[in-house]
């Protein structure tokens, strides 16, 4: 497989693990003080995965391949995780966990991230991406 199609399936896992644990664990474990002391730990997908995107952007020629897919996979997929948090924070908006608009911004997130490693004209793509999101979040946010 190529570089880019093994960055795109190893986020889909990575993406599809997240979710699928984070989903049972909101469903069978919401009263735990363990799931408690996850939800108000302040610490989100995000904030861990741009500094482990910029890492492995920046050692990119240090670290050998299969670390190097494992780490982009895996910073993408929190960042595409979290986009339901970050477009809170930056339209000031309520966004809800496990709503009808974080899943659609969570395929969107990846639809975008897919494009975008596939695309040669990147800056074009991203601004078409982004100016998609926020008319979604317009019309959902209402």
């Known amino acids: ?4 199609t093994k960055i795109a399936v190893l986020t889909f896992v990575i993406l599809l ?3 699928v644990w984070q989903v049972i664990m909101q469903i069978f474990y ?3 003080p363990f ?3 996850v939800k108000n730990d302040n610490f989100e997908h995000y904030q861990y995965a741009v500094p482990l995107l910029l890492l492995s952007l920046i050692f990119r020629s240090k670290i050998n391949e299969k670390l190097y897919i494992l780490l982009i996979s895996f910073s993408s997929a929190m960042l595409i995780d979290e986009m339901y948090q970050l477009f809170s924070f930056f339209w000031r908006t309520s966004f809800y966990f ?3 608009l974080d899943w659609v911004l969570l395929f969107l997130g990846y639809a975008g ?3 975008l490693i596939y695309s040669k004209k990147k800056i074009e793509i991203i601004l078409t991406f982004w100016g998609l999101l926020s008319f979604l979040v317009l019309l959902f946010s209402r």
């Open 17 to 19: 693990i997240t979710r």
């Open 1 to 4: 497989m190529m570089q880019k």
């Open 98 to 100: 496990l709503s009808l």
């Open 113 to 115: 991230f897919v494009l």
């Open 30 to 32: 919401y009263q735990t």
């Open 35 to 37: 799931w408690k002391s």
